[in-house]
């Protein structure tokens, strides 16, 4: 259990995280993709890198393992995270962006918010992160480039799709 001042940083870095990679959606430096894309694998490697220099690494770490069990519990109820019911493939994304994210900083590092935020775009672009395989209209991919029709991801936890390298 977090303590309540952990807690609440930790909301706050949360909500920051969404509005920073929401603006970074906006602009050419990624792929415009928030959903097994580099701007997903931006929001969870700043949100990690955030809240390891505000309270610390192993309190990160536990928050992002917390929110990714949250998201299996979220698909055994069929809801949506982010307008996308999660699946085993995206958790696996996120935590490895989330170990990415807690290795660019450290706690109490003077890093400015803007620093980080080219600090992470650059490991995307160099490939350090992992995104989901799409092709060019945003469908999802097989790891040898088959189509992965969206009926057949219906309601499955394990599928084929692929994760890559984040360098398009």
């Known amino acids: 259990m977090l303590h309540p001042f952990k807690a609440k940083k930790a909301l706050a870095i949360s909500m920051e995280a969404k509005k920073v990679s929401d603006s970074i959606k906006n ?16 929001r969870h490697a700043y ?32 809801k949506l995270e982010d ?16 170990e990415q994210g807690l290795q660019l900083i450290s706690k109490g590092s003077e890093v ?4 980080l935020m080219y600090r992470i775009i650059n490991a ?7 995104i989901i395989k ?4 945003g469908n999802f991919l097989t790891c ?8 057949s991801l219906q309601g499955k936890w394990k599928n084929n799709k692929c994760l890559i390298s984040s360098k398009k």
């Open 124 to 130: 995307i672009q160099n490939g350090e992160m992992k």
């Open 83 to 98: 307008g996308v019911v999660p699946d085993e493939i995206s958790s696996e994304m996120d935590l490895y962006n989330n």
């Open 27 to 42: 602009t050419n430096l990624l792929d415009g993709d928030g959903s097994g894309g580099q701007v997903d694998a931006f």
């Open 47 to 78: 949100w990690m890198a955030r809240l390891h220099q505000e309270i610390g690494k192993s309190a990160a770490r536990s928050l992002g393992k917390a929110h990714e069990k949250e998201n299996y519990l979220t698909f055994k109820k069929r």
């Open 134 to 137: 799409k092709n060019e209209q």
């Open 144 to 151: 040898d480039d088959q189509l992965i029709s969206s009926e």
């Open 112 to 115: 400015s918010n803007k620093g």
